[in-house]
């Protein structure tokens, strides 16, 4: 028998593909129950969560990289709304109206030739808080952090970003960089000092910043490699992206923060966000990106979607209702 520690990152993607090649799209969720004598009960020390599935020739994995509960979501998602008017759709929507879960879902697309990653979620600075659990989705998904080729930076809040050191050293060691320009040339700039940009500010110095010589950038409708290109999506941050990914004739749109709450941000999209930094900018970019991926019928992975983060949006009333997948892909 082969020493599992030499098989290769093609042979992984191809025993994963085994027996799914013939659906057009596929969907596997296999949670580890992984626990360790310091867990607890609460959601902190969620079992591993991991969902695969198939996009034409390339290989999908969401890993939840952590979970955590919030205060009152009008404070972040409704901004300026009444109480009343957010906790009355939160409450029509089956959710409670003062508090909320939020949920940290990077994404792995494995084209064959190339593994990329997007986002890395907390990392080692969020492991106390039960997340920051993204290597270990990888590991039970059979990836190894040197097998990761690229890492796409969708934007650059600590939550996406937190992960790309380990211990002081690159966390994927053999990885090249993909960023957008706009969005890394803003946060590099030591005028973030003394504003409130100043703690992203530092925080890309810390994680971004020592990998400048394997970081290249992107534009728009720029191609990360074949298959996969970005699309500019500014407003929650300067140089926010987001990417389509496109195999054999079918293509998932990869949303990152376009939309951080499943019911507010999509049932109103032209509310406003507390973390959106031109506020009216992430609005009309929500409408006009979730106009597109409704239009088309387009399944979408949004990085703070529930879990596992893949749904469709159906055009409705002022907004777009949300449609997590279910047993579609299964057939």
Known sequence: MDDPSTISRRSL????????????????????????????????????????????????????????????????YGIGQPAEAVGRLLEDNFLPAGSFVNSFTPALVDTGAEVVLFDTGMGEGGRQAGMGRLREGLKYAGYTPDQISVVVLTHMHGDHIGGLMEGGKPAFPNARYVA????????????????????????????????????????????????????????????????RVESEGRALMLTADTANHYVLSLQRPAWEVRFNMDKAAAAATRKRVFDMIAADRLAFLGYHMPFPAIGFAEKAGEGFRFVPVSYQFDM
């Open 180 to 243: 957008g320009r706009t969005e890394y040339d803003f946060w590099v700039n030591p005028e973030r000092m003394g504003t409130p940009a100043e703690q992203g500010h530092q925080g890309v110095l810390a994680k971004v910043q020592p990998l400048a010589e394997r970081l290249s950038f992107i534009e728009d409708e720029g191609a990360v490699v074949p298959g996969i290109t970005g699309h500019d999506a500014f407003g929650h941050t300067p140089g926010h992206m987001i990417f």
């Open 13 to 76: 993607f191809l025993a994963a593909g085994a027996g799914t090649l013939a659906a057009p799209l596929v969907f596997s969720r296999t949670p580890a129950l992984a626990r360790s004598a310091e867990d607890t009960t609460d959601m902190r020390m969620s079992p591993i969560e991991i969902r695969s599935f198939k996009l034409g020739s390339f290989r999908i994995l969401a890993v939840r990289d952590g979970m955590r509960a919030s205060g009152n979501p009008g404070e972040t």
